[in-house]
């Protein structure tokens, strides 16, 4: 069984940083393609960032040069370190992966910008 835990999220200050934690059990996230989503209210979700079992890395436009996605294969947990936040980076933040054409999508972590 496959599931994906969120945390790090939380209320910061326009400019500052946060680091989003996704614990991964039932995968091995080295060898997986793990995503970080996004969705704000009102808004379709987004794909934010991704990270393949390669360890190739591509982000949304709107994030580039600010957020990083990295993993850890100790630990078997991605990573989502967000800098120079702005308040429209508010939103629930998601982690996901597939496995056998299963997709799976963890509880969300709430990350709110203050201007």
């Known amino acids: 069984q496959v599931q994906l835990v969120e945390s790090g999220g939380g209320l910061v200050q326009a400019g500052g940083s946060l680091r989003l934690s996704c614990v991964a059990s039932g995968i091995i996230v080295s060898i997986s393609t793990m995503r970080w989503h996004r969705q704000a209210p009102g808004k379709q979700r987004e794909l934010v960032a991704r990270i393949t079992s390669g360890g190739s890395t591509n982000y949304a436009d709107s994030v580039k040069g600010r957020f990083t996605i990295s993993r850890d294969n100790a630990k078997n947990t991605v990573y989502l370190q967000m800098n120079s936040l702005k308040p429209e980076d508010t939103a629930v933040y998601y982690c996901?992966?597939?496995?056998w054409g299963n997709g799976y999508w963890g509880q969300g972590t709430q990350v709110t910008v203050s201007s």
């Open positions: 996901n992966t597939d496995s």
